[in-house]
């Protein structure tokens, strides 16, 4: 990934809350039958101690249905997940500068966090039954009336547990980088903030004013 020094985001608690909260991943793999893109979503469970983005380590963990190769094939293999946050077309009709000096074009701001890692599958029933309740409830904490996996006969989510893999990825390197405008003067990034919040782009427009 092209990443310019001003716009390389080493912040470990906004990578994670970028995951966190736009957690389907698209995990990019070279298979037996050349490059493929599964979309997954995972959590994060972040290691002790992780500092910088470039240090920042932990665990990715998922599922996929047991008829899906991917997790077939896994084998401690090479892959990288992508998680796609905010994005947003930039007109340069919200710069100051432009109405000043006219030379401004078009751009496209967005945030992305790439992580490499090691993929494992993990076929046991119990490792499946806590993390897809795991999952379920962090999907569903903001709910007034929750979904439990324990809502659903028991022998429905035995059958439906032995239809899924979990799957686990090693991270070994994480490249985030935020495209918020940063390159713009300040009075640029507030046009282009308060552009974005008449076009419905709330979270882009947190991010300009945040970088």
Known sequence: MYLPKHFEQHE??????????????????HGDAGLDAEPIPLLFDVA????????????????????NPLWRDAHERDVLAIFQGPQAYVSPGWYPSKREHGKAVPTWNYAVVQMHGRLRAVD??????????????ANESH?????????AP???????????????????????????????????REGTAEGLLADGQPAMAALVRGG
């Open 143 to 151: 709910r007034a009336a929750r979904w439990h996996v324990s809502d």
């Open 154 to 188: 028991a022998d429905y989510v035995d059958q439906m547990l032995r239809a899924i893999v979990g799957l686990e990825i090693e991270v070994t390197r994480v490249v985030a980088k935020w495209k918020v405008s940063q390159n713009r003067s300040a009075a640029d």
């Open 12 to 29: 470990p608690g906004a990578i994670a809350a970028l995951v966190r909260e736009q957690p389907l991943a698209m995990i990019v793999r």
């Open 124 to 137: 046991d029933p119990a490792w499946l039954r806590a993390f897809v309740t795991r999952l379920t409830d």
């Open 48 to 67: 002790d101690g992780s500092g910088t983005a470039g240090a920042l380590r932990g665990t990715l963990r998922g599922h996929v249905a047991r008829a």
